[in-house]
């Protein structure tokens, strides 16, 4: 079936080391997002790339980065990871325009040690 | 700033009782709003959209209001099923054509009893 696929499902990091979550989708969706959601709460958009535009939310940390080779694919790096980073983190994808929806994938557990 | 804020953080329901979830927007330029159900572990599931020139609409078992006068959005699922447990959200976009971002409110906990 055709879906958005996140690897790994958990991870565990030491504060500080850095560290690659990775996005595929089989949709071919224009549109790939990266949320931030911590427990007990809603997510929250940290950026989104069209195509290869990529557009950063401004409140966003700098820590964040994000890349997308393909249409297929998209990471999102976190350079320096603190305790507060601490959260799942979930890809979305959509195909071309603000009014479809966002199929999202199961997201990566993250942990900060 | 703008906000999807939700009335009801919790919810629970008798097993094929009707369900209804609330949410209230703050942005009257949303033109776009999404109800996703999100079980322990997963990531959102896209359950039923509307767009502002709509004031209802219906899946299976679910049915969606828009109420633009007083900004309130409501899902309501027919027949609940032990299924149905999850955390419910509610999402907007602002449109406007190249706006993508979606605004999600707090999150009902939706728990059903057999």
């Known amino acids: 079936d055709a879906m958005v696929i996140q690897n790994p499902r958990y991870q565990v990091t030491q504060f500080g080391k850095p560290v690659t979550l990775s996005c595929s989708q089989t949709?071919?969706?224009?549109?790939m997002y990266w949320y931030q959601q911590k427990s007990s709460q809603a997510p929250k958009l940290l950026f989104h790339y069209y195509d290869k535009d990529f557009n950063n939310e401004a409140d966003t940390p700098d820590n964040f980065q994000s890349r997308r080779p393909n249409t297929s694919f998209c990471f999102l790096d976190i350079r320096s990871p603190g305790l507060g980073d601490t959260a799942m983190y979930l890809c979305a994808t959509s195909r071309d325009r603000p009014d479809q929806p966002q199929h999202f994938g199961d997201g990566t557990r993250l942990s900060i040690l | 700033g703008e906000s999807v804020g939700l009335h009801l953080p919790t919810l629970s329901v008798q097993e094929g009782d009707n369900s209804i979830i609330n949410c209230a927007y703050s942005?009257?330029?949303?033109?776009?709003f999404i109800w996703y159900k999100q079980e322990s572990g997963k990531g959102p599931q896209f359950i039923i959209d509307?767009?502002?020139?709509?004031d209802k609409r219906q899946g299976q078992r679910v049915t969606v209001l828009l109420n633009k006068t007083v900004k309130h959005l409501s899902l309501q699922i027919a027949a609940t099923q032990p299924g149905d447990s999850a955390v419910y959200f509610c999402a907007e976009n602002e449109g406007g054509g190249s706006n993508y971002k979606l605004t999600f409110g707090k999150g009902t906990l939706l728990t059903v009893n057999p």
């Open positions: 509307i767009r502002s020139n709509m």
């Open positions: 949709l071919n969706h224009n549109v």
């Open positions: 942005n009257s330029a949303s033109d776009y």
